[in-house]
């Protein structure tokens, strides 16, 4: 084991608040001087998602299912008081009022402190995700890469 | 503390892919040489529930909340996009496709691979679950048993 | 690091059953002879609200969200099945049948065995919710007091 402290998240919820959770915590820890991944499942995967279309070839429902989960972090909907997409305007709102970083800017912080941003590959084929159509700089792994960060790690958390 | 790793899992939540993700890695660290348990808490415990209706005395609400919460793993819904019941149906279509193992198959797999699957007596006594009505096989306890093994854990995680 | 073993659980979630889980572990834990900190973001904030109207200056969406959000533990919905707010009433019912703590009860156990409970000062600027209109005798403090506390942990969730 290093001497290292290390933080590894899953994030698998596909919320804008929870992702906001994960990766604040994310960025603490690096702070920290953590190791930190955030290993990305399920309908975690839409925060990486880049914000334009990309082209890619799909069959039907890999299709369907891409088209109706949110297109990167920006668009992602709340756990709670979603009201039909309003509440993430108003969150967002309320986080200018008091310089909290937005969603895609904590992503990008993270990116430079170096957290290891991972996405599962199992569940990418599940929902029809390319890697074309994710963010640059990610590393793509299984749930035998997770154990093996999470194995060794002090801050171990499901989101 | 022995040598192993561990990994203790609580499986809060009654859906199909969380409980995937709590099964996926389950069986992952059990393959990794961890020992693992899940522990089956509130919603949760209906992955644990056989398919078929049995027949035991119950009061009037827990009659209405075991016949309102789906009847094993395979009737779980999905926790986005579960478009009242054709999410599933296209998930468990698309892991078809990709060889990817259906959720009562990761139990069968988490039990001889000798995942101590647990079941919360105190939340069964709230959702009016018998044993009679769960899997063979499976251990009964309380938070207590939970915090026995979860204090000497490497990997914990709330789903 | 201490002798003694550490739980840490970040509240994150507004329902009465996922707080539930939260407060039952922390109990537990706190008999074991744990250290236990609850930090409580984003909707569990509304955990440790008082159950009365606090008079606070609020802008226009501080006062709509905190209108809208659940006034204390004994008002918040559950994850599942809460039909309009008729599950929590018959879970509650059922609790009391079966002598189950409810949760304002499980809150000030922990309180009483020395659970840290700590409210998260950036959410609760997000979601417009002053000091005032939260119980007494918990700590206020950030992400960097979290991980302080967590990584020093044996047992951390997310809920």
Redesign the interface.
């Known amino acids: 084991m290093s001497e290292k402290?290390r933080?590894t998240i899953?994030l698998?919820?596909?919320e804008y608040?929870?992702a906001m959770?994960a990766y604040?915590?994310a960025n603490?820890?690096a702070a920290?001087d953590?190791e930190v991944t955030i290993f990305h499942?399920?309908?975690g995967l839409n925060a990486l998602r880049k914000n334009e279309h990309v082209p890619v070839q799909k069959?039907f429902?890999?299709k369907?299912?891409s088209k109706?989960?949110p297109r990167g972090a920006d668009k992602m909907g709340l756990?709670?008081?979603n009201f039909g997409g309003i509440g993430p305007k108003?969150?967002k709102?309320?986080?200018k009022?008091?310089n909290?970083m937005p969603l895609p800017q904590l992503i990008e912080m993270a990116q430079e402190q170096d957290v290891k941003l991972v996405a599962c590959t199992?569940t990418m084929?599940?929902l029809?995700l390319h890697q074309d159509e994710l963010l640059e700089g990610i590393e793509y792994a299984g749930?035998?890469a997770?154990?093996a960060d999470?194995?060794?790690?002090?801050?171990?958390?499901?989101?």
């Open positions: 402290k933080t899953i698998f919820s596909g608040d929870k959770a604040i915590i603490g820890a920290y953590h499942t399920f309908w069959g429902m890999e369907m299912f109706m989960m756990s709670n008081m108003l969150i709102d309320i986080m009022k008091h909290a199992m084929d599940l029809g749930v035998a997770y154990l999470a194995q060794e790690g002090n801050v171990n958390l499901f989101i």
